[in-house]
Every structure is written in C-alpha cells, then in structure tokens.
C-alpha cells in the first residue's frame, strides 16, 4: 500500500500543480495511520481538533448529528480527501465525520500544515483549493437535493462518487466500491427509505447502472449522466475520467 503522503499527493496533483519541493515538503508530514470500522466517528461534531484527517484508504462521510440522533450526511470522501482540512482555522467542529464501511485513517499535526505553507506556499494554496471543491460539491448537493427529481438526484450521486473513483484509479472497469448501506443513501439524499427503493428500481430498469452489496456497477455512462444531469465542470479536475 502506498504511503499516506504519496496518497495525499497524488489527489492534490488531480487539481493542483506541485513543485519537487512541494512534493519533498508534503512527503515529510508526520502522518499517524489508523484503522476504523464502520461507521466509527473519525471526528465529532463539537470536537477541536489539532490533527487533520486524510483518507489513506476506504470512504468516509462527512454528516450533521440532529437532535433526534438522526443524521444528515453532507459529502462522501474516497481516498486522498481532507475531508475536515478547514479545521486548522475553524476551532469548533460543527459537523462529524465518520467511516463509510472499514477505513483507514492518517492525520496529520495541525502545526505541520501551517509550518509548510509558510516555508512552501504552493502546497498551501494546493490543501486551500481543496476545501474549494468540498464547497463545489456542497452547493451541487444543494441544488441536487432541493431541484431535481428524486431519480436524477439519485443517479447524480452516483455519477459523482464514480467519476471521481475513476479519475483518482479506483474503480475496477465499470465498478466502484461504494460501501454505502440504503439508509445512508437516504439520509444523503433526502429519500425514505420506501422511495430509495422504488428509486433504485427505476435506475436498474433503465439499464445504466446496478447497485448491490456496496458495489455500483455502470453499464452505460452516457445514459446514467443523462438521468443525472451530470456535468462534472463543477469537481475542477485537471484530469478528466475516461
């Protein structure tokens, strides 16, 4: 397995252009490794933090603990996301993060990043553009949630998790590996659980895509980015998935 910081790397040269010595710099992190289980909280909501978390492996959510003990789930994050990278200048977490199925883990000391953005500014305005595209992802989760129907905002999500799977190497052909249970889907996407279903049965009988035991299948791309409204301008990636 790759080393975490060749992990982080790697995502960051998907939107970014890194110097030798930015990439010497990230390489140099003290980054602690560690392993969590389904849906084990990574962070909580109320925590502050002084290490920020890199997906080395697996996926994890980013989510709104409610007062009912429910969940909102905000975003999904695969390997070499920081998904809580704005906490070295935000105190007081105000949402969680937690494992999607099994993850592993590195953080990185808060006062490392800050070190390495003064002595190399490139490698900072590389992790700032980061927190850019969690917020392209937020404002389309928006929109794909409050304006579209309940099959294209469904079929969006998909297109978005597996765009960005393959952009970043990780699919296998036309599958991903989405350890995301139909309660969660639901949870992301405003959905009971009755309607993720007849929702899904809908996406299966167009043909574009199967999902089943955490693995998304894509039959045909084209027809599941129709059904989605899918554009992927808004992920700004230098590299595009073919």
């Known amino acids: 397995m790759a080393a975490a910081q ?4 790697k995502n960051l040269k998907e939107h970014s252009e890194l110097t030798e010595a930015e990439v010497a710099e990230v390489r140099s992190f003290t980054c602690t490794v ?3 289980e389904p849906n084990q ?3 909580r909501q109320g925590d502050e933090p002084e290490v920020a978390a890199l997906v080395v492996s697996g996926m994890v959510a980013r989510y709104h603990l409610l007062r009912t003990g429910g969940r909102q789930y905000l975003s999904f994050h695969i390997a070499g996301d920081l998904p809580d990278a704005q906490s ?3 105190v007081r977490m105000d949402h969680a993060v937690c494992a999607i199925g099994r993850a592993r883990i590195g953080f990185i000391p808060h006062r490392e990043l800050l070190a390495a953005f003064r002595r190399q500014p490139g490698v900072g305005f590389a992790i700032w553009r980061e927190t850019l595209l969690d917020a392209a992802i937020f404002r389309e989760a928006i929109t794909n949630n409050s304006a579209r129907s309940m099959r294209t905002r469904m079929a969006h999500l998909f297109c978005e998790l597996f765009y960005r799977a ?3 190497g990780l699919t296998r052909g036309n599958r991903c590996h989405l350890p995301i249970n139909l309660v969660q889907l639901g949870d992301a996407l405003g959905m009971s659980i009755a309607t993720v279903n007849r929702t899904m049965q809908q996406l299966r009988a167009s043909g574009a895509m199967d999902f089943h035991d955490g693995e998304l299948s894509v039959m045909q791309w084209r027809e599941l980015s129709r059904l989605g409204d899918f554009n992927a301008d808004y992920l700004h990636l230098k590299r ?3």
């Open 88 to 90: 070295l200048f935000i």
């Open 34 to 36: 560690r392993d969590f």
């Open 240 to 242: 595009q998935a073919r």
């Open 6 to 9: 060749d992990v982080l790397i």
């Open 166 to 168: 393959r952009v970043s």
């Open 41 to 43: 909280d990574l962070i």
